[in-house]
């Protein structure tokens, strides 16, 4: 490798950490020989480890041993406890990376698993192991004891890595992942965040006011993991530390009653709070997204394949009316009976899984119109009545005086009443009534569609509602049918924030109900 590129990787990892350890050592004078509680250099070292190139390590390692040696020899220590207090600082974000790195690729804080080894492995671990090499140099050169050095160079270095290493890690594009929220709204929560933080830091009479307010910063860096995206969240999340930290160090804000050091032992307990809240909903947005992909890809597949099955079966069902226009035999008819048959089938199945594909694509636009209910009721018994009388089946639609106003998408609803009222007609006995009434009740409309078929199974009516569910009962199953018209059902009343149910008793009969909130009718 070009021995340039490695001496650039040295000078300028050790210029990056001296600044920021000078920063903080200046900003919270060393009167503290016992660690510093907060050392973002740790997270620094660790976040660049993290995303360059395993055998960059060496160089970028060595930039953080120069300068932490110069560094500890300003405090002034001697220059054994210096060195040695620089390969604490180097092994650490060498071992962290390394257990990280192992058996998992770097993290993205994309799953709740992989924050929780970064916790562990990046936050706990290797500093664990840092703090214990530097507080036994503090110890063994009398500077301090080594309790609570150990404990407080830990916490130092575990929020430094908390705070910084994210940001590093996430913003050289590993998660390209476009905010979810618009311009304006991500303005707002920038705006927001900053505010609530500003306010949590200002000094306010009072020590009520004082105390509650960076509890505030936990739901506003929580609103941004939802919302803005890694690159933001993590980039707030540090720039949320700096300055909570910056401002205790100083002596103000809401943590200056307990002395310089001790509002910072107490603000990292706040900050590793708001970080890991802000990291493992993050963690969890992300998962949301994957879900909404997931559905998409599954819509467009289902869509796809539908279109590709409609040409070729139109081709066949033309063909099959076409066939034998003569006398045909017997034969010729069964063998056109049976392949018209399961054209049809397979186009009721086509045209059933475009549906369920069109409601189970998130990016679809649906149309909220008003909707009377009663109307549609009308319409699908008007619809079915040739079939049904054609089985001996009678449609009684029970009058309604006034319209049964729904706020909501026409065609489905429209294809939720079709669907129950044709299972009625369908799974229905001759010389039988389906009786389908909608009606007010309170703020709901309440549609029942009644049959006196078939009937239902106890341990079929479980399943009813599940996609290509169809009963075992052999009466039913001779009936044609897809076992998706229930489940689109479904998905329209879920659609419009309503409940299904049905009532059923074999041999004797079945009721199903819906009611759907009215909402307020549009337009008002
Ligand atoms: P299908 O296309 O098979 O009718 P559905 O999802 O509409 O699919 O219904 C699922 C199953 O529920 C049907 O196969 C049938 O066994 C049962 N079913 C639905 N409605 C009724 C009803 N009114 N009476 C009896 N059985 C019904």
Known sequence: MDVRVLLRDTVLMGLAYASVSFLVLEAVEFGYPTGSVFWPGAGLTLGVLLVRPRRTWPALLTGVFVAETAVDLTIPVSLGTALIWAVANTVEPAVSAWLLTRRHPVPTFADVPGILRFLLLGAVAGPLIGSAVGATAAWATGISAFWPTWPRWWVGDAIG????????????????????????????????????????????????????????????????????????????????????????????????????????????????????????????????????????????????????????????????????????????????????????????TVEDVLELARMDNPSVQRRLVEVDLSGLVRDAADIHKAAAGRAGVRIDVVPEPGPVRVTGVREELETMVQNLVSNAVKYSRADSTVTVACSVVGDQAVLTCSDQGIGIAREDQLHLFEEFYRSSDPQARSRPGTGLGLSIVQRVVDRHHGWIGVESEIGTGSVFTVRIPRAAPIGR
């Open 161 to 348: 890595v908390l705070l910084v290493a994210p940001a590093i890690i996430v913003w050289p594009g590993r998660r390209r992942e476009p905010p979810r929220a618009g311009p304006r709204e991500r303005r707002g929560i920038l705006v927001g965040l900053v505010a609530v933080t500003a306010l949590a830091l200002a000094s306010w009479p009072g020590d009520v006011w004082q105390q509650g307010l960076p509890f505030l910063i936990a739901p506003a860096l929580v609103m941004a993991a939802l919302r803005l995206g890694p690159a933001a969240t993590t980039t707030a999340l540090a720039g949320v530390g700096l300055a909570v930290n910056a401002v205790t160090a100083a002596g103000f804000g809401p943590f200056a009653e307990y002395g310089t050091y001790g509002g910072l032992v107490v603000a990292q307990g706040c900050l590793a709070a708001a970080a890991l809240a802000g990291l493992t909903v993050m963690a969890l947005s992300h998962d949301l997204v994957s879900l909404r992909e997931l559905d998409e890809h599954r819509s467009a597949l289902a869509n796809t394949l539908a279109h590709e099955l409609k040409g070729p079966l139109t081709t066949i069902l033309g063909h099959a009316e076409l066939l034998e226009p003569g006398t045909p035999s017997d034969q010729t008819l069964a063998t056109r009976g049976a392949i018209e048959r399961g054209a049809r089938r397979i186009s009721r």
